[in-house]
């Protein structure tokens, strides 16, 4: 309890002072260099170095920007509907918000993660979590777009993801909830014990990146926060930290940070793996959402799955061991090499790094302290590799630069701390501005980071920009890392919160990066391959228009014969074949968004009449020069009228 | 001009109810010409799509075409695919459209400039004076660049061929 009480007191003198800071925030820009705006600056039509994806946080998406610039060049809409871009609206992507509990159109995203191979980024996809009803997004970075996205039975609060091993074998999902596996009607006072958590391994196919749920490991009723894997020498391993291993289920803030120290769960995937492989493992009745798009038909389809194999750690013997970790650890972080893995714990005054060849020593020499529900519990001096003494208040995450330096964040005094791995010392801090909780070095969970910046990503900006009423935009702040000292370079404001982000150089992504869909490979049941196709069909009181569009009509632009009841469906295929040369489609009263349209795309869009007369639709889009031009008519004729199905383009 | 359309609208919107009633709109003196008369064509009269320029080769990456004197239907088939796919929203056969028609092209054009066209439109009219005065005839119409191979482009020109 003392110790408890020092805690608070310590949040409290830390508070003060970080509220002062705040609101006489004005001229504190740290050490602000006179050339810090060249060092930004990328002149007009010249291309950024990085492209950072940086998660919306409760926006549901992810966005792209450029480092150094700070430029955002796209939004990509993930977990959230998104109707400028027709993402969740149209009929082709509506399926990729479907979960078992019905379509759900809003997420929080919080962890984008970069595919590998050997351990470096090889920028073919993104993975990204959504956390409140769990789920696993793929981004394919040949489109910008989602095309995929697994639903995770058995989780909640789907936090410890989304990670990549080191050549995207596993993408990794673990729960920060505890859940009763399966759900079921119990009383919430009956937790400890009772309550499980998943830890779920998203097997990713090394060809498409196909998404399949190989096993879920249900360890015990704690909180899992984050994770990341091993590299290198502890390639093979995942490592999360937890709290709440108190059990608690109510006033967490408390009864959750009784414990002196917590753990990081150490996870042999390898080991478990050839255990599954071998048919180890339960399979149990469950049901999942699989969500995917398929780029030549251009559409999603969800499929139901019931079932998952999941495994009691207990029954795979030298697969899990627990780190005592103080004190509610955040930040799961894995250094280049392999060999240290940092636990930020929240509540400690020293950052706690362990070493996963002293790991495994003692797990050689079966030293344990105990165990929790069956699984080892490793001494905890047996496994420290050092620690860092009282370097902040409130440390959340680190990365790693590749020169033997990590930067550590400190939500409680806002500031990114540098220290070098094997001497511990700190070397240098800067102040964010203000409350970070995520930091990110191009490649810095990797085995290469590419170094160069980190972006500091802040909850709160007060005094930082212009204000805009009440809520005001959250931010990132770029520091240069290439020398001895950080330097702060740029603030830019951020869409939604800025959760979290992966860098990577741009040369190794945008030489993929697509430029139109072809028309010849367009497979869309309802696309025309060529303009004679064009036509319009009904099929009771659905009617289908098949349309195209090109610079500047549509064809067909005037459709007599529908009537008030029907369900009229506008496929568009847009005939373009030329970069950069999207169409937009939206009709009045339409209650659903406009279509944005890409070259040799197909979408669909839903139109339900409702009142006699004629009514206009035309081009979102500016495409041309003719581009308000670019406009046409439907007669809509009341329910018991004989009107003649016609459709006609320059008649 | 707004003030006579929205009485032609008023007009109608008062009709409203069963089958409309026939109603031209309204007329204005026009002037004689051809409204789609280009202001540059150097032959007053010939509109850009009719003139005859077989020593224009154009701007792009096709310098010289041979023409085998028999059309090659296997290729001209392909063609014929590839136009229909591509270029079918603009340009409809034996009929003015949104771009002008394909029937004997060759008549007026050479390979070098129909290709040239189909593979390098943004170019063209900019910098060839023809394409720029088929522009303006087609009232600002871009010719769309749909990214066919010099391969493609050479299939469709044979297409062309069959086409009277």
Known sequence: ?651 | MKYPTLLLVLLIMSCGGKEEKKNDGFEMQRKSEPAAAPATTPEPGVNASERVALDNKGVGPVQSVTLDPDVDTGMAAEGEKIYNQMCLACHKIGKRFIGPPPNGILERRTPEWVMNMILNPEVMVKEDPLARDLLMEFNGSPMANQGLTEEQARAVLEYFRTLE
Request: hydrophobic share 35%.
């Open chain 1, 1 to 651: 309890m003392t110790r408890f009480k020092y805690t608070i007191a310590t949040f409290l003198v830390a508070s003060l002072f970080f509220v002062r800071c705040g609101e006489g925030g004005q001229g504190s820009n740290g050490a602000l260099t006179s050339n810090a705006a060249e060092r930004v600056y990328v002149a007009p039509g010249e291309h950024d170095e990085f492209y950072a994806f940086i998660s919306g946080g409760f926006s549901g998406q992810l966005s792209v920007y450029g480092l150094p610039s700070g430029r955002l060049f796209k939004v990509i809409p993930v977990f959230s509907q998104d109707a400028e871009k027709a993402y969740g609206y149209n009929e082709e992507t509506r399926p990729m918000l479907n979960t078992s509990h019905g379509f759900i159109p809003w997420d929080d995203s919080h962890h984008p993660d970069i595919s590998q191979t050997a351990g470096e980024l090889d920028g073919r996809w993104v993975f990204i979590n959504g956390n409140n009803t769990p789920r696993i997004a793929k981004v394919d970075l040949s489109l910008f777009e989602t095309t995929e996205i697994i639903e995770v039975p058995n989780s909640a609060g789907n936090h410890s993801s989304a990670f990549v091993t080191e050549n995207t074998e596993y993408v990794v999902a673990g729960t920060r909830f505890s859940v009763p596996i399966p759900q079921r009607d119990m009383p919430i006072s009956e937790y400890k014990g009772n309550f499980k958590g998943a830890l779920t391994f998203i097997s990713v196919d090394p060809e498409d990146g196909g998404m399949d749920i190989k096993f879920q490991l249900i360890m015990p009723g704690f909180d899992y926060d984050l994770s990341h894997p091993g590299r290198g020498k502890s390639h093979g391993w995942f490592f999360f930290t937890t709290y709440n291993t108190e059990e608690a289920n109510s006033l967490l803030e408390v009864n959750a940070s009784q414990n002196d120290k917590d753990f990081i769960a150490a996870v042999n995937w390898k080991k478990i793996e050839e255990y599954v492989n071998n048919g180890g493992g339960t399979l149990m009745p469950a049901n999942y959402a699989h969500n995917v798009y398929d780029e030549s038909t251009q559409m999603a389809t969800s499929t139901m799955k019931k079932e998952v194999r999941v495994v009691n750690p207990a029954d795979v013997p030298g697969a899990v061991f627990l780190l005592p970790t103080p004190k509610s650890p955040h930040g799961c972080d894995v250094d280049p090499s392999g060999e240290y893995i940092v636990g930020n714990g929240k509540l400690s005054a020293d950052l706690t790094v362990h070493s996963f060849t002293r790991m495994l020593e003692a797990i050689e020499n079966e030293k344990y302290d105990g165990d929790a529900y069956g699984i080892p519990i490793l001494s905890f001096e047996d496994v420290l590799a050092g620690t860092v003494s009282q370097p902040g208040l409130g440390p959340l995450h680190t990365e790693f630069d590749g020169e033997g330096n990590a930067y550590t964040t400190f939500f409680i005094s806002s500031e990114v701390v540098k220290w070098k791995l094997g001497t511990w010392e700190v070397v240098d801090r800067q102040p964010c501005f203000y409350s970070v909780g995520h930091l990110m070095i191009p490649g810095g969970n990797s085995r290469k980071p590419f170094g160069k910046y980190v972006v500091a990503m802040n909850k709160i900006t007060k005094d930082r920009y212009l204000p805009t009423g009440p809520e005001v935009t959250q931010s990132a702040q770029l520091y240069d890392i290439s020398g001895d000292k950080m330097e702060l370079l740029l603030d830019f404001p951020t869409v939604g919160e800025p959760h979290y982000a992966a860098g990577i150089a741009a040369d190794i992504v945008k030489a993929r990066s697509k430029k139109i869909f072809e028309l010849k490979d367009n497979k869309h049941p309802y696309g025309v391959s060529t303009d004679a196709d064009v036509r319009v069909e009904r099929d009771g009181k659905d009617v289908h228009i098949y349309m195209t569009t090109i610079r500047s009509h549509f064809n067909p632009d005037n459709i007599e014969g529908v009537k008030v009841g029907d369900k009229v469906y506008f496929h568009v295929t847009n005939m373009e074949q030329d970069y950069d040369v999207p169409h937009g489609i939206s009709m009045i009263g339409a209650n659903t968004s406009e279509l944005l349209i890409m070259p040799g795309q197909t979408e669909t869009f839903v139109w339900e009449p409702k009142q006699p007369g004629v009514w206009p639709f035309y081009c979102t889009d500016f495409c041309s020069a003719l581009h308000q031009e670019m406009q046409g008519y439907v007669r809509v004729s009341p329910a018991n009228s004989n009107t003649e199905l016609t459709w006609s383009l320059g008649e």
